[in-house]
């Protein structure tokens, strides 16, 4: 097993972890504000202090790792849903109609995801599902030129000329040939687009456009620790480097997996 496959594997069930635990254990409520024990230094009551409200940061950090999941999976699901049917249409239709659609998907690649949010967010208002709908509308461009080249190369294939010979349907062929030999691809992608989707949600969580308050939020957490730097700065350094190390995680997984899928890559090594 590849070491960065097997790294990657390790923090992003790490994460996982943390995201599951949220939902039957913290050690405080992550949202109760007591101004009490505001600024309070990491103790054994407070493993990571507390943050300007009181809050406990360790109940935060766990309950915004399931936050920040939740945002990846919807994000990527948009992305794969829309852009592995599209790219294999354009791998699959006449030239000119796949260049068409390839152009017209450079034209949503045009627009970074950060951008898209804050023009949705502008019209149907701030918040979680507006952000995940975004992030997965940037990302659908990524999936669907992948997965057309993917599919020109499995077009060329002798078992698909003699599907064709024998009289498949382009959907037979889709479902049967095209979509089975291109899933890697699928995975490797989902898995690198994770990684943006956390930090595009952590981004625009900063800037205000992400998750509402109160839900926990890295990125939020980052945003609301800026005038305390000078007081407390390990207020900014447990969400920054969570963000850090979920993002590692998930490329290190994705190059892990193309290492494993991809065996030409092996090869080169």
Known sequence: MPGSLLVGGLIVSLVFGMALLSFVWTPHDPTLVDASVRLQ????????????FGRDVFSQILMGSRTTLFVGFVAVGVAALIGVPLGIVAGMAPHWFGELLMRGNDLVLAFPALLLT??????????????????????I????????????????????????????GPFSIALRHVLPNVSSLVIVQASVGFAIAVLAEAALSFLGFGTPPPTPSWGRMLQESQEMLSIAPRLAVFPGVAIAVVVLGFNLL????????????????
């Open 118 to 139: 804050i023009m949705f967010s502008a019209v149907y208002g701030a918040g979680t599902l507006v952000a995940m709908i975004a992030i997965g509308i940037a990302s």
């Open 254 to 269: 994705g190059d892990g997996l193309r290492d494993r899928f991809d065996p030409k890559l092996e090869d080169r090594r």
């Open 41 to 52: 230094k990491p103790s054994p009551e407070y493993w990571f202090g507390t943050d300007k």
């Open 141 to 168: 461009p990524h999936f669907a030129r992948l997965i057309r080249g993917g599919t020109l190369q499995v077009m060329k294939t002798e078992y698909v000329l003699a599907a064709r010979a024998a009289g498949r």
